[in-house]
C-alpha cells in the first residue's frame, strides 16, 4: 500500500459544525488531492495541492477549504457541514512529473455521515 | 459531457467467465487511461494503465484502448471471486484526473 493515512475513518457530525479531515503521506510526493465519492456520481475532486501552502479548487470545491503546511499532512475542513456533505472522502497523492504520466494512489477513505 | 462515461452495471458472471468491463471519453487529447479496482471499503488502487492506443496484458488482465472510437476496455479471464469488486476507468490530463462513476463486478462461484 502508498504511505497514506487518513483520519478519522468515521466520524458522525451534527449539522453546522466544522469537521477536519487529515491526510497524512510518507512518500514525500508533490499532489495532494481530496475526492468526495457518491454513488451515481463517482469519484469528484474538491480540491487539490502542488506543494507546501500551494491549493487550487476542485468541481466541488464550495463549502470545504483545505491546507498544507507540510509536504506530508493535507487537511480538507468543512467549514459548516451539511447533510449534502455526508459521503467517503478519498485522499489521493500523485508524484507529478511534469505532464508525464503519473499514478494517482488513494487512502482508504474517510466515512463522513452528517446529521 | 463527462470526460469519462461508464456503465455502472451491476454486472454479475460465474467463476471462470470472461469480464469485459468497459469506457467511453470524450477528448481525443487523452493519451493515458487507467483502471482503478476497489474493494468495499476500501480505496480505489491502481490495476493497470496504458499509454495511448494497443493492447497492455498483465496475467488475467488486459487493458485495450481504441483511440479511433474513444473507447477504453478491461478484460478479465478466468475471473476469481475475488475479482468481486467496482472497476473504475480513469484518464489524466497534465495533474487531473478523471475517473468513470464504476462498474460493479460479482464473481459468483
Known amino acids: 500500500d502508498a504511505g497514506i493515512t487518513q483520519s478519522p475513518r468515521h466520524k458522525v457530525t451534527e449539522t453546522g459544525t466544522p469537521v477536519t479531515l487529515r491526510c497524512h503521506q510518507t512518500e514525500n510526493h508533490r499532489y495532494m488531492y481530496w475526492y468526495r465519492q457518491d454513488p451515481g456520481h463517482g469519484l469528484r475532486l474538491i480540491h487539490y495541492?502542488?506543494?507546501?501552502?500551494?491549493?487550487d479548487k476542485g468541481e466541488v470545491s464550495d463549502g470545504y477549504s483545505v491546507s498544507r503546511s507540510k509536504t506530508e499532512d493535507f487537511l480538507l475542513t468543512l467549514e459548516s457541514a451539511t447533510s449534502s456533505q455526508t459521503s467517503v472522502y478519498f485522499c489521493?497523492?500523485?508524484?507529478?512529473?511534469?505532464?508525464?504520466?503519473?499514478?494517482?494512489?488513494f487512502g482508504n477513505g474517510t466515512r463522513l455521515t452528517v446529521t | 459531457q463527462k470526460e469519462v462515461e461508464q456503465d455502472p452495471g451491476p454486472l454479475s458472471v460465474p467463476e471462470g467467465a470472461i469480464v469485459s468491463l468497459n469506457c467511453t471519453y470524450s477528448?481525443?487529447?487523452?493519451?493515458?487511461f487507467m483502471w482503478y479496482r476497489q474493494y468495499s471499503r476500501k480505496g480505489p488502487e491502481l490495476l493497470m494503465y496504458t499509454y495511448s492506443s494497443g493492447n497492455k496484458e498483465d496475467g488475467r488482465f488486459t487493458a485495450q484502448v481504441d483511440k479511433s472510437s474513444k473507447y477504453i476496455s478491461l478484460f478479465i479471464r478466468d475471473s476469481q471471486p475475488s475479482d468481486s469488486a467496482t472497476y473504475l476507468c480513469a484518464t489524466v490530463t497534465g495533474n487531473q484526473f478523471y475517473f468513470g462513476t464504476g462498474t460493479s463486478l460479482t464473481v459468483i462461484p
Open positions: 489521493a497523492i500523485s508524484e507529478g512529473t511534469g505532464g508525464m504520466y503519473s499514478p494517482l494512489h
Open positions: 477528448n481525443s487529447a487523452f493519451q493515458y
Open positions: 495541492s502542488y506543494g507546501v501552502k500551494d491549493t
